[in-house]
């Protein structure tokens, strides 16, 4: 069974500051997922990752994959409290069944 | 156009009941997926079914069941409840297991579920 692991399970920051969650992943995935989830909402995609050195972004989010490491990094630049959420990786086997991290609680604090 | 959409919103049940949740995936999604998530942790796979068949099924025991409807509607039915069933059990869509390489699953609402 595919085992996603995330860190840190908890993060907080000051707002303007960066910072990286980490995503490693056990057995080889052609496809990552970030997702965030507010607090008792359900779960919002953020990106999808599909191969080797894939880097996306959005507003102050950056994601990128390296698929011979089996690690996604989320990237924060100047962090603002409305990125305060828990972020989850997830990986998709072939038969587009997903496994989610442990998570990441982020707090930006003003 | 309707994300997917999940019945009950909140349920309290005790030990022993059994329970019945609803989805309906994004119209044109044949593929639904069932998650459980449970307080604290990431979501956790327990069911997927397309075009009416199972196509996966995680770790969970056998009062754990499903089905999809031809609409493609889904129901998750547990049976026996534990305390430990406790929960928000999240239905997902997508187009078809693999359709596309980019293909995501776009969750729904979730049922939050309560054993007492």
């Known amino acids: 069974e595919l085992k996603v692991e995330q860190n840190p399970l908890f993060l907080s920051m000051q707002e303007g500051k960066n910072y990286t969650i980490y995503c490693n992943y056990s057995?080889?995935?052609?496809?990552l997922y970030w997702y965030r989830q507010d607090p008792g909402k359900s779960l919002e995609s953020l990106f999808v990752?599909?191969?080797?050195?894939a880097v996306k972004q959005e507003g102050r989010l950056m994601a990128s994959l390296d698929t011979k490491a089996r690690l996604s990094t989320l990237h924060i630049t100047a962090a603002v409290h409305d990125l305060s959420a828990t972020y989850f990786c997830?990986?998709?086997?072939?038969?587009?069944?997903?496994?989610f991290g442990t998570g990441t609680s982020l707090t930006v604090i003003p | 156009d309707a994300g997917v959409t999940q019945s009950p919103t909140h349920l309290i049940k005790t030990r022993g009941q059994h329970v019945t949740l609803r989805c309906s995936p994004i119209s044109g999604h044949k593929s639904v997926s069932w998650y459980q998530q449970v307080l604290g942790q990431g979501p956790q796979f327990i069911f997927q079914y397309y075009e009416k068949e199972e196509r996966g099924r995680g770790n969970f025991p056998d009062r754990f069941s499903a089905r999809q409807f031809p609409n493609y509607s889904s129901e998750l039915n547990v049976n026996a409840l534990l305390l430990g069933d406790s929960a928000l059990y999240l239905c997902a869509s997508s187009l078809a297991p693999g359709a596309m390489l980019q293909e995501t699953q776009y969750f729904g609402p979730g049922t939050r579920l309560l054993v007492l």
């Open positions: 997830a990986v998709a086997n072939t038969g587009n069944q997903f496994y």
């Open positions: 057995t080889t995935s052609d496809r």
């Open positions: 990752l599909l191969s080797n050195g």
